[in-house]
Every structure is written in C-alpha cells, then in structure tokens.
C-alpha cells in the first residue's frame, strides 16, 4: 500500500503507518489551524490530539528578556538561546572549555517556550546537561531515517556499493511509503 494524502487518513492509528518529514507535518499542521512550530514528535503529538478532537492553538510569544543570566534566572527572562553568548557563559558555568549544548537541553527548552516556564532557571538547564534531571528527554524515535542508512552502511553487504546515500534513499523511500516497520533489512533490496 502506498502512502495516501492526509486528507484521505481518517485515524491517527492509520496515520502512524506512515513515515512524514518534518517539513510535511508542518504543512499539515498550518493546513488544519493547530500549533505547527517544533520538533517531529511535538508536530507528531500535535496531529495525534487533533485526531482526538483536541485543537493545539499555535503558541504567541511573550515579552523580550531584561534580565543577565545568572544561574537563579529563569531562561525566558534573560534571553536564552543557543548561541555564541550562551555557549561562553555555560563553558564558564561548567568548566568544559568548548561547550556544547545537547538534545535533551534542546528539547527543555522547546518545553519551556510552550509552557511559558518561569520558574526554570539557568541551574536548572545545567541540571538537564549534567543528566540530572529528565525534564527535557530528547526523543530520538524521530530519527528513522538516520538509524535506517546508518544501518544500511553497516551491512557488510552494501560495502561495495558505489553511492550509498542515493541506494539507501531508494529503499527508504520503499519503507517510509509502505506499512511496514521504518528499519533497514537486508531483504528490502529484494
């Protein structure tokens, strides 16, 4: 069975069949008026509570940040992001000279904006780094393609294989359009 469009999908249970990029899912979300910023498994749950009757209202951003980090300040008050400022403040906070923010940083962050969390604070992140606190668990569930030609490369027997990114997107696109669990296996070829 080959993917049918969206429009034609009547259950969240026959949606799930299917593999969508993440661009696809914000469509359909802009398409059907709910929230269509985030990560593949926020858009994802997004069109689950669709499909349950629950409407997820795109989120309108607050007020600009005023305030210096510090490490009892809450993120949205003093202008978080993941950038150069902010990379250099936490390479100061935790010794590590070339700092690097992580994916479960990433996605308690994602969560702060959409609750509009006030109370957490830069300590709290770093907790979140340290992997002291589950507050912000990455989900990588989202990232079948990756784990499919990964595994596709790791097959001894695709080590001759001339361009394996162009092989490996040939079968995915069999996978992803089919019913079938999104994993790659030897058999696919045939």
Same mark, same amino acid.
């Given at each position: 069975m080959t993917r049918p469009e969206f429009?034609?999908?009547k259950t969240f249970e026959d949606f799930s069949k299917f593999y969508w990029?993440?661009?696809?899912?914000?469509?359909?979300c802009r398409e059907l008026g709910i929230a269509h910023d985030g990560t593949k498994t926020e858009l994802t749950e997004n069109i689950r509570e669709y499909f349950k009757g629950n409407i997820i209202k795109p989120v309108k951003r607050g007020q600009k940040a005023n305030r210096e980090p510090a490490p009892d300040? %809450? *993120?949205l008050d003093c202008g978080f992001s993941f950038n150069g400022k902010f990379r250099a403040y936490f390479s100061e906070l935790t010794g590590v000279e070339n700092f690097k923010f992580?994916?479960?940083m990433a996605e308690a962050w994602r969560r702060v904006k959409r609750e509009n969390d006030r109370k957490f604070t830069v300590s709290d992140m770093l907790n979140v780094y340290y992997g002291?606190?589950?507050?912000?668990?990455y989900d990588n569930s989202a990232c079948q393609w990756n784990k499919f030609y990964k595994d596709f490369c790791?097959? %001894? *027997?695709?080590?001759?294989v001339k361009?394996?990114?162009?092989?490996?997107a040939e079968l995915w696109k069999?996978?992803?359009?089919?019913?079938e669990e999104k994993i790659y296996i030897p058999e696919i070829k045939k």
């Amino acid at each position: 069975m080959t993917r049918p469009e969206f429009k034609e999908i009547k259950t969240f249970e026959d949606f799930s069949k299917f593999y969508w990029y993440a661009d696809e899912l914000k469509c359909i979300c802009r398409e059907l008026g709910i929230a269509h910023d985030g990560t593949k498994t926020e858009l994802t749950e997004n069109i689950r509570e669709y499909f349950k009757g629950n409407i997820i209202k795109p989120v309108k951003r607050g007020q600009k940040a005023n305030r210096e980090p510090a490490p009892d300040c %809450p *993120l949205l008050d003093c202008g978080f992001s993941f950038n150069g400022k902010f990379r250099a403040y936490f390479s100061e906070l935790t010794g590590v000279e070339n700092f690097k923010f992580n994916a479960d940083m990433a996605e308690a962050w994602r969560r702060v904006k959409r609750e509009n969390d006030r109370k957490f604070t830069v300590s709290d992140m770093l907790n979140v780094y340290y992997g002291k606190s589950r507050y912000g668990k990455y989900d990588n569930s989202a990232c079948q393609w990756n784990k499919f030609y990964k595994d596709f490369c790791a097959d %001894p *027997l695709n080590k001759d294989v001339k361009d394996k990114m162009k092989t490996a997107a040939e079968l995915w696109k069999k996978v992803r359009n089919s019913e079938e669990e999104k994993i790659y296996i030897p058999e696919i070829k045939k």
